[in-house]
């Protein structure tokens, strides 16, 4: 049957064709076209009538939806860019930004594409980590984790850019963490207990050295000259690879390790770098009767730059040189470390002047 409409795209009205039949003892009433728009006529309404009672041509309804199922499938959701991003890159903190996907990003963003995304889901987000009781540093790594993977997705054109600017949380990180000399005596004795082949030589290497957990992780057997006396770091935190002084302190852990085949000093279980410790190195801690707080690893490299910059016998250029900061700025944290090692040097200098002046008014009784 049909029914009279006003004809698209012209005057007048036009037939628009329906069509009505039984299947799987269920009726159906569909329309097939419009009379001019989509040349339709009664013939080709029985026919596509036939066609439908057979199940040999799909009804428009079913059409669209596999016409959107298929477009689903070339969207490049969030998931999927996040996906794509990890196969193509060489990512140092891989696990990291995997677990905090999944953990954070996956449900609300996994299947959005970003234009999707409004500045009330990423604040929905924002307030539900923060109610989870996690750090300012943790909802901003998750929100910078997002803003890249969008941005790299816009890079290599794949998807349109957020329609906003992601604000991210202020964090202050600046934590200088130290230990007493009575810890410090309790933590070598707790690694030297310690039966794990691994963990307590790779804190010793954090202490000695001050590198940061995933350079020691990547450190590799060629990037180490005995002979002269240098550790390669390649690809810092800082940027370009850098060369730090092999101590003797790091030169006799590292001459204790059985090397075998291993390319990597610290291998993981497959031959390639290790990627966690966190559950030795914490026994260790723990065993030490450390504060919970205190990072087993990175806190022993502020640990580190404490004992050096404190000794008043290291200025902050070279301290900056020996951590692979970027920037002094990054290294001013010590700086009060420094100025009370000077300060109590000049103290030093000015009860010594004291006491050579006492030493000459002595007036001697019997000579006067």
């Not at 640990?303 to 000794?311: G, P, R």
């Amino acid at each position: 049957y049909y029914r009279l409409v006003n004809r698209q795209g012209g005057k007048g009205q036009e037939k628009v064709y329906y069509i009505v039949f039984k299947r799987a003892g269920k009726v159906l009433e569909e329309k097939v076209g419009y009379q001019f728009k989509d040349d339709m006529t009664p013939a080709r309404a029985s026919r596509i009538r036939a066609m439908r009672i057979e199940g040999r041509v799909k009804s428009r309804k079913e059409k669209r939806e596999e016409a959107e199922k298929e477009k689903q499938k070339i969207r490049w959701t969030v998931g999927r860019l996040f996906r794509e991003y990890l196969s193509v890159k060489n990512i140092k903190g891989r696990v990291q930004d995997e677990n905090r996907f999944k953990n954070y990003l996956q449900e609300p963003f996994g299947k959005k594409i970003p234009s999707q995304i409004a500045p009330l889901d990423v604040d929905r987000l924002r307030k539900r980590m923060e109610k989870a009781g996690k750090s300012p540093q943790t909802i901003k790594l998750t929100l910078a984790l997002l803003r890249r993977i969008v941005n790299w997705g816009v890079d290599s054109r794949l998807c349109e850019p957020l329609k906003f600017k992601i604000k991210m949380p202020k964090v202050n990180n600046e934590r200088t963490e130290d230990l007493t000399p009575e810890q410090l005596q309790a933590l070598l004795k707790a690694i030297e207990e310690d039966a794990h082949p691994v963990a307590g030589k790779v804190m010793l290497m954090a202490l000695y050295t001050g590198m940061r957990r995933g350079e020691i992780f990547r450190l590799r057997w060629q990037d180490i000259d005995f002979e002269k006396g240098f550790i390669r770091i390649r690809n810092p935190k800082g940027g370009k690879d850098q060369s730090i002084p092999l101590n003797d302190g790091a030169r006799s852990i590292l001459e204790s390790i059985y090397r075998g085949r291993n390319e990597y000093v610290f291998p993981g279980r497959d031959g390639g770098p290790r990627t966690d410790i966190h559950h030795q190195v914490n026994r260790i801690r723990d065993r030490a009767g450390l504060p919970k707080d205190f990072r087993a690893m990175h806190g022993l490299r502020h640990v580190c730059a404490s004992m050096l910059a404190s000794s008043g016998q290291v200025d902050l250029y070279t301290l900056q040189k020996l951590l692979t900061h970027k920037s002094p700025q990054m290294t001013q944290r010590y700086a009060h470390l420094r100025d009370e090692a000077l300060k109590e040097a000049s103290e030093l200098a000015g009860r010594l002047v004291k006491g050579s002046l006492a030493r000459s008014n002595v007036i001697s009784l019997r000579r006067g």
